[in-house]
């Protein structure tokens, strides 16, 4: 459930940033924090699907603008001063746009939905490749590989329609929930850094994780339930705001 989801994602986000802030003091290396805005591209942006669709790219995430929090260490690679290895956490949270599913032909029906949304949690690492063009101001490029979880957490449409021929009223009640998947992660991107700042855009190739969703229909106080599968593609641009410890 979401609630679970909700005590472990900000429990293991801030293991992973104390972790490295702490490996910033023992180690030869820096430790960056980092704010984002997350851009979902692709499938993952398009109208939400409750299926894995057919198509080759598997159903639609329907994820909006987002945010995302995180940090990063980076160690110099031997004697270099210009390539380091960097290890990353990243937490990034998408809402989802569901006016397409309260969109109803009949105007005798109305339909609300809610969602938590998209939760992702990666930890990459990589190489990071950095050059100065003055004693303030440098440029970076970069790649990582890793791991992302990701949870769907929770998802609640209603609908009720009011029969005048007979006067009654009919409601039905969906609601899904998203046990967490894991999946590959990839990261490329680089930017600028100006004294202790980093300015910079990421590109989040978060895999195709299989989430294993549980669905309960309530119609007229009689409940059935069913459980599925869904893939869904995961792809995000970052554009993230950090500073150098």
Known sequence: SFAKVGGIMPRLMLGGLLFLLLASFTCAGNFTI???????QGDFGDDFSLSGGTGSNGGSGGAENGFGVGGEFSVPLQASNQMFITT???????SIDLSSFEESPDPSVSITADADGWNNFAILSGVKFTGRS???????GMGQIGINFVSLGDMDISADQYDSY?????HIDLNTSTDIASS?????????????FNIGLRYLMLGKPKLKTKLTITQDGTTQTAHGSAKKEISILVLLVGYNF
């Open 184 to 196: 590959l992660a990839l990261a490329f991107g680089g930017g600028i850094e100006v004294n202790r």
């Open 134 to 140: 003055s004693p303030t101001m440098g440029f970076y």
């Open 166 to 170: 007979y006067d009654t009223y009919s």
């Open 88 to 94: 990353t956490g990243l937490f990034v949270h998408n």
């Open 34 to 40: 980092l704010g984002m805005m997350s851009l979902p």
